[in-house]
């Protein structure tokens, strides 16, 4: 009795997380007329909505401007991040205490405070409507380069020692030695990244004006709040369903990455 | 002069390649943070519409804002935002995290589907769930007349909106905390549990005096990444609401945004932000204070 009330609490946790997504997905291909309807079946489908989406917005411009920005910063993050964690792990030099502590405040700043100044930074020098405006704010990030050094940290020192014996520079040591070893650190690093990246929507809003340059989240955004939809839900729940669709995928066949991504740093997006 | 030279010494000593690996992100922190830190205290003395030169004006950004009303019911509906969502998630993440660490089959389909709303954009969840709220038209509204109860006004009633938005968060967010509750219960001792029988705690006193003191770090956790997420809460009410009905879901983000680029009060906006970020960074400090126990025994 017990397992079975269990498992009907179970189901109702998954219907309550997994049927809204479903029901979009139904929705957005549904005509206007029958979207109140709760049932997922409709013998009307068809891509009328998406179609609609695609003839007002240049959604397949945003999802590649997207793609060049959360790729770009992830490639960055990556690269940066595990450069100055393996300094501060693995090399002695004057002023490393004190710039990881320095590093560990930053985590600590709200975006409420430097949101401003950083705007009018991107104004003074060019960088609104452009891609680097995007990505430089996030070329580097605190998180990953703590969690990079945490990582390296477990290295044995005697493995680089060796390598510089045998005459390898600092350079051939991280990428050719230190990142084969450490792919769940890099994993994690980017399935973060990426998703952040992806799903952020405020400093696109801030910096981007021009349609040609938007981000997928904020075009979609746009497309909802501002009068181009017209009311019509259909229209709507298809570009979202079109936002969503590359992190379904991505998700079904990389979830324990995403879920173990997260749960070890215990930050969200 | 004799710890002078030392450094010096000390100096010359170091690697000089950990400078190099260095240098990109002290240029990058110059650059993207301690630059508009330091910006950020010179604007908020200052009114500036970004094409005028600034203008000083001491504290009077600070004064307006204690006179501001809009200043006032941002922070009012951002606790009106955490009070329901923070208990919300906690007792639906514990809920569902016990399930899920009793035997069961199929675990691993379940965690990745109550996780799947963390990893979707939010912009996404807004629009799916402006849908399910309408008030004529929506799914739960549906389901309520059908049922026979009175509809809900979820967005259009400003004592409903900003609790509806609260919902729709928790939903969002709950999973990232059902996982992490799991990876909590997982590390309790079974130890722990049997001793507690053999000295006859019920099932109750095991997981009052047990269970919620062990998981007291992602309690903690829940509570400062609520009460940040909450001061940060823009995209939810920039679509569903714009910050409507009546300012009652006015978000802290939002009404900086608003003051920025809406009406150009860079330095007002700026000052808005620094003393929100005095508040997160305060209540967050309190919060750590109050729930770190540190003590598991009691």
Redesign the interface.
């Given at each position: 009795m017990r397992r079975i009330g269990i498992y009907i609490l179970l189901l109702i946790g998954l219907i309550g997380f997994g049927y809204p997504f479903v029901w979009m997905i139904s929705a957005s291909l549904k005509p206007e007329l029958e979207i109140g309807s709760l049932a997922l079946w409709s013998a009307n489908f068809s891509l009328k909505n998406y179609e609609l989406v695609i003839n007002r917005i240049p959604v397949f411009r945003a999802l590649l401007n997207s793609t060049i920005v959360s790729v770009s910063v992830t490639i960055s993050v990556i690269f940066f991040g595990s450069m100055v964690g393996f300094a501060l792990a693995k090399m002695r030099f004057v002023g490393k205490e004190i710039l990881f502590v320095v590093i560990l405040f930053t985590m600590m700043i709200p975006f409420q405070i430097t949101m401003i100044p950083q705007y009018i930074l991107m104004v003074w020098l060019g960088l609104t409507d452009t891609y680097l405006g995007l990505i430089a704010p996030y070329a580097m990030t605190a998180l990953s380069i703590v969690l990079f050094r945490q990582f390296f940290m477990s290295i044995p020192q005697a493995l680089i020692d060796a390598a510089r014996v045998d005459g390898c520079s600092d350079l051939r040591i991280l990428f050719k030695i230190v990142w084969p070893l450490s792919r769940p650190v890099i994993i994690t690093v980017g399935i973060l990244t990426f998703m952040t990246v992806w799903n952020d929507v405020l400093w696109p809003i801030i910096i981007i004006r021009e349609r040609s340059m938007m981000t997928m989240p904020q075009l979609v955004a746009l497309f909802v709040t501002g009068g181009e939809a017209e009311g019509q839900l259909g229209a709507m729940l298809a570009s979202a369903t079109l936002l969503a669709l590359p992190v379904i995928i991505g998700y079904s066949f990389f979830q324990r990455y995403f879920i173990d991504s997260m749960a070890t740093t215990g930050l969200k997006g | 002069m004799k710890s002078v030279s030392a450094?010096i010494s000390?100096?010359r000593?170091?690697?000089?390649?950990?400078?190099l690996?260095?240098l990109?992100?002290i240029i990058?922190?110059c650059?993207?943070?301690a630059?508009?830190?330091i910006?950020?205290f010179v604007?908020i003395f200052h009114r500036w519409n970004?094409v005028t030169p600034m203008e000083w004006i001491a504290l009077r950004n600070f004064f307006r804002m204690f006179q501001d009303p809009l200043f006032a019911r941002a922070i009012i509906n951002t606790l009106v935002f955490l009070v329901l969502h923070i208990p919300l998630q906690i007792v639906i993440a514990l809920?569902?995290a016990v399930?899920?660490n009793?035997a069961?089959k199929f675990r691993g389909?379940?965690?990745?589907?109550?996780?799947?709303?963390?990893?979707?954009?939010?912009?996404?969840v807004t629009?799916?769930?402006?849908?399910?709220y309408?008030y004529e038209?929506?799914?739960f509204n549906?389901?309520l007349t059908t049922i026979g109860l009175p509809a809900v006004p979820w967005l259009v009633d400003p004592g409903f909106a900003m609790p509806s938005i609260a919902i729709m968060a928790t939903?969002k967010?709950v999973?990232?905390y059902i996982?992490?509750f799991l990876?909590g219960l997982q590390t309790i001792p079974a130890y722990l549990y049997e001793a507690a029988r053999i000295d006859g705690a019920s099932g109750k006193d095991q997981f009052l005096n047990i269970t919620l003191p062990m998981l007291n770090p992602t309690i903690v956790?829940i509570f400062i990444?609520s009460t940040?997420?909450g001061?940060?809460l823009?995209?939810e009410p920039?679509?569903m609401t714009?910050g409507g009905p009546m300012n009652s879901t006015l978000s802290?983000?939002l009404y900086?945004?608003n003051q920025?680029?809406s009406f150009n009060h860079?330095g007002y906006?700026?000052a808005?932000?620094?003393v929100?970020?005095l508040i997160?960074?305060s209540v967050v400090m309190l919060q750590r204070k109050v729930l770190e126990t540190g003590d598991y025994s009691t």
């Open positions: - | 450094l000390r100096i000593g170091s690697e000089k390649n950990g400078y690996f260095m990109p992100y990058f922190f650059l993207f943070i630059y508009p830190l910006f950020s604007l970004i809920i569902f399930l899920l009793s069961i389909l379940f965690r990745s589907v109550y996780f799947f709303p963390v990893v979707v954009s939010g912009v996404v629009i799916l769930w402006a849908q399910l309408n038209s929506g799914l549906h389901i939903w967010n999973g990232l996982v992490l990876v956790v990444l940040i997420g001061f940060s823009f995209i920039y679509i714009g802290a983000m900086i945004y920025a680029f860079m906006a700026a808005l932000g620094f929100f970020a997160i960074l």
